[in-house]
């Protein structure tokens, strides 16, 4: 059995673009297929529309299912009905879940795969917090969806945490992507012991230094920001900072990329930005296509991620540092959550104190002062990532852990 041509299924709720899961997945589908194994995703669709998945190789099938407006109650039950066809017809070796809870649920309510095949649930984020922010965020304004919101929220961040329980409790094995979250899951669930840690991977092929630096204006000196837009990415704080770092470097300018989920923060940070003369010095670019963030990357001087999230939140450990550092751009984030894991302040990138305007300022005019500062912690924070995240490596963990389990089970 052991180095055999594994076929393992991925079962995620989303499968798009714009989502931090959905991309690594595939990336590590990616490698894994390019190690000679077969990958297959079963995941939802919303409405009538086809999901993008032109991302997706040729050789990677996906099976969807229907996702109605209101019924978010039954994925877990579709999902698991596809699952099925999908390994009675094909058949399957490992079954991967993206998340703890509606993949997870799924593929557990498959008995005849839980009985015979490995099932292992990733680790992402902090879940319960997670959900804990989405219900804290402001509603549209009415009573009655106040109300709503607060009725539901203890019910359903209970159940939650019953179903996180049983299904991490009930799967051969859970990976975690950093120490931080590991380490987190342990203490709200004492009795969990199967939790491993493989990080994300990163394409160092595709994320690289290489290539054309300056596609924006020369003149410049470009700070660059990726990832949602929202309260607590610290986005609010790093616009505060600009009027300092301006007034030592007035050719700085800054990036915002990524998606606003929700129109009235983006307005906010936008009249914020108004009120502190910003608007000729700072763009919001709103999303950009995966396959540009490299480009993006290599175009830029440094990388700033002034997450506010606190260690009890929702953070793991984000992409884009990652992508980031594989680029060769130095960093500046905040001291949050499994980040200090990969980023060793003044050897791989800078650490500044989450929420503190007055860091965050010194971080970056640190890196501005000195160009062969950025060189070198851009230099040694890619070595970091090439060694410890790269894809291939990633890939590999996965697949000695697969082998394992897949042993054991067959015992």
Known sequence: ??????????????????????????????????????????????????????FLHEEMPVTYVSKMAGANVLVPFLLSRALSRRIHEHGCDVIQSFDPLVAALAVLL???????????????????????????????????????????????????????????????????????????????????????????????????????????????????????????????????????????????????????????????????????????????????SNEDIPHLMRAVDVLVFPSTTRSDEVEGLPNVILEGMASGLPVVVTNVCGVPEVVEHGKTGILVSPGSTQDLIDGVIALLESKQLRSELGVQGRDFIIRHNSTERTARDYIALYEKLIEIKGE
Not at 37 to 52: L, M, Y
Not at 235 to 252: G, H, T
């Open 1 to 54: 059995m052991l180095g055999k041509q594994l076929r393992i299924v991925n079962v995620i709720h989303h499968l798009s673009r714009g989502g931090g899961v959905a991309l690594q997945s595939v990336n590590m589908a990616e490698s894994l297929r390019n190690l000679g194994h077969k990958v297959a995703f079963v995941t939802t669709k919303t409405g009538v529309a086809d999901p993008t998945t032109d």
């Open 110 to 288: 498959e008995k005849d795969a839980q009985r015979t095949i490995p099932c292992v649930i990733r680790l992402g984020t902090n879940y319960q917090a997670h959900f804990k922010f989405q219900f804290a965020q402001p509603t549209t304004g009415t009573t009655l969806d106040f109300i709503k919101n607060a009725t539901r929220r203890s019910v359903y961040l209970s159940a939650l945490s019953i179903v996180e329980r049983m299904t991490l409790t009930m799967s051969d094995a859970v990976v975690a992507n950093c120490q931080y979250l590991r380490e987190l899951y342990e203490r709200r669930f004492p009795k969990l012991k199967n939790i491993t840690v493989i990080p994300n991977g990163v394409d160092i092929q595709k994320f690289n230094p290489t290539g054309v630096k300056h596609l924006l204006m020369s003149d410049r000196i470009w700070l660059l920001y990726v990832g949602r837009i929202e309260n607590r990415k610290g986005i609010d704080i790093l616009l505060r900072a600009m009027p300092a770092i301006l007034k030592r470097y007035p050719n700085a300018r800054l990036l915002l990329v990524g998606r606003a989920p929700r129109p009235y923060y983006l307005q906010k940070l936008k009249s914020l930005a108004q009120n502190l003369s910003l608007e000729s010095k700072i763009q919001f670019i709103g999303v950009v």
